[in-house]
């Protein structure tokens, strides 16, 4: 499973802060806890102005890349944007995102065209999120053949088929894994990818309910999540269901998470 670290993003408040104090130490220390934790990518989202993200996106990839040497996700809705700062990462990792919107594919698949850069593509266009199965696995379509005419294979992409909240959408889940099965059907190695905190939004328990669609999906052939490496319970649930689905050999990975002290104990309320 693909960890994408969640928590370096100016949407949370405590980032927010440190970003326009640029509190260095602050984001160093975030930086290292979640790839200490297992983070494969470190997602960075400025959150901010839009005249003023590319500057702070630079930033904040500075502060991080000589905190460790974690790829990172850049993440941003402005593809002009993440041209900008694209030179700035000293490793290839994911770009965050590109979508039916707009002309997001033709600004930025040229750019990594000859890259080891990989691309989260969402499932929406001009026309919004929409709420049936059919269109969003249309789109992923549109979206993997355009990124094939650029040479970026399917094993580049990260499908995102944006799950929505349950209490919108009583049949979120389902739908996520049908339009899950439909695309792998279609590119066998194409990756699907989500958050997970948009299936709980409204509801009571919202991590209980993050744990419980982490495991499904990941049975149903989720490949990687933006989460918090650092949460204990959604840790925990992630490496419980790798060694369930025999991923984790002699349950080695789970076994040293605690032996090595990386989770702590679950208690008796866990």
Avoid at 89 to 99: E, P, Q, R, T, W
Avoid at 246 to 256: I, K, L, Q
Wanted: glycine share 6%.
């Amino acid at each position: 499973m693909i960890i994408i670290g969640e928590k370096i993003n100016g949407s949370i408040p405590s980032v927010k802060q440190a970003i326009e104090r640029r509190d260095s130490e602050f984001v160093h220390n975030l930086a290292i806890r979640q790839a200490d934790a297992g983070a494969d990518y470190l997602d960075v989202c400025a959150g901010t102005a839009p005249d003023v993200e590319a500057e702070t996106l630079i930033w904040l990839m500075d502060v991080v890349q000589k905190a460790v040497d974690t790829p990172l996700c850049i993440d941003g809705p402005n593809a002009t944007t993440i041209l900008q700062v694209l030179p700035h990462a000293k490793h290839c990792g994911l770009i965050n995102s590109v979508s039916g919107e707009g002309k997001k594919c033709e600004i930025l698949f040229p750019m990594i065209r000859e890259t080891g850069w990989q691309v989260i593509a969402l499932t929406c266009d001009d026309n919004g999120i929409p709420s049936d199965v059919e269109t969003r696995v249309d789109i992923a379509k549109t979206l993997i053949e355009k990124a094939k005419v650029y040479g970026i294979n399917p094993e580049r992409v990260h499908i995102d088929p944006l799950v929505l909240a349950l209490p919108a959408d009583n049949q979120s889940l389902l739908k996520f894994v049908q339009t899950l099965k439909a695309v792998k059907s279609l590119y066998p190695t194409v990756k699907v990818t989500s958050g997970l905190s948009n299936i709980s939004f409204g509801m009571p328990l919202r991590k209980v309910v993050n744990q419980h669609f982490l495991a499904l999906a990941m049975y149903e052939g989720m490949d990687s999540a933006i989460i918090d490496p650092c949460n204990r319970d959604i840790l925990t649930t992630l490496l419980t269901t790798e060694a369930l689905l025999g991923r984790d050999r002699f349950c080695r990975n789970f076994s040293n998470a605690y032996r090595n002290k990386k989770i702590g104990p679950i208690s008796s309320s866990s």
